[in-house]
């Protein structure tokens, strides 16, 4: 199963960015599909950014334009640049992979820890 490991959360004032990242291992002999997603209090966990099948990335409305998600070449890390943050986007960030992008937000997703990202005004 693959392992997952974010990093780069933290705190920062409104206006300002953050570059998460997702380090991916143990996935050697599986293609694996890879999103970010994010969870607040009281809510349930929601996709912002997420590749569907043929390599596009769909991204949640909230986050259109001001998010970013890459990996690189060898597709271990997962990155998500987030800009121009607002205290709405404050919320546990997870990486997430499925061996089907379809799988992505099912029970069939591996998960990583999360990174806190807090966001004032």
């Known amino acids: 199963q693959v392992q997952l490991v974010e990093s780069g959360g933290g705190s920062v004032q409104a206006g300002e960015s953050l570059r998460l990242s997702c380090a991916a291992s143990d996935y050697t002999y599986r293609v694996y599909c890879f999103g970010w997603f994010r969870q607040t209090s009281g809510k349930e966990r929601e996709a912002i950014a997420r590749f569907v099948r043929g390599g596009t990335i769909i991204y949640a409305d909230s986050v259109k334009g001001r998010f970013t998600m890459t990996a690189d070449n060898a597709k271990t890390t997962l990155y998500l640049q987030m800009n121009n943050l607002n205290p709405e986007d404050s919320a546990m960030y997870y990486c997430?992979?499925?061996?089907?992008?379809?799988?992505?937000?099912?029970?069939?997703?591996?998960w990583g820890q999360g990174t806190q990202v807090t966001v004032s005004s």
């Open positions: 997430a992979a499925a061996t089907m992008c379809s799988e992505l937000g099912t029970p069939a997703t591996s």
